[in-house]
């Protein structure tokens, strides 16, 4: 996998097919016992106007201040 981050800089990375883990350590059995309000992946950097947003219609969704 390649990522343009800038013009002509090219950054590559050795990501593997391997399991993504959400409220979860790899290979462990004991799992996150909750609720995750939150969890948006986005696949560009976010400023901190659109992280508040993004915060702002979650909390107003879930209430969870």
């Given amino acids: 996998i390649s990522t343009k981050i800038a013009q002509n800089q090219i950054i590559t990375g050795n ?3 391997y399991p993504l883990y959400i409220g ?3 290979g462990s059995s004991l799992p996150f016992n909750g609720r995750i309000y939150q969890l948006i992946i986005r696949g560009a950097a976010s400023n901190d106007g659109q992280i508040a947003a993004t915060e702002a219609w979650c909390n107003a969704k879930t209430r969870a201040y």
């Fill in 15 to 17: 990501y593997g097919n």
């Fill in 24 to 26: 979860r350590r790899g």
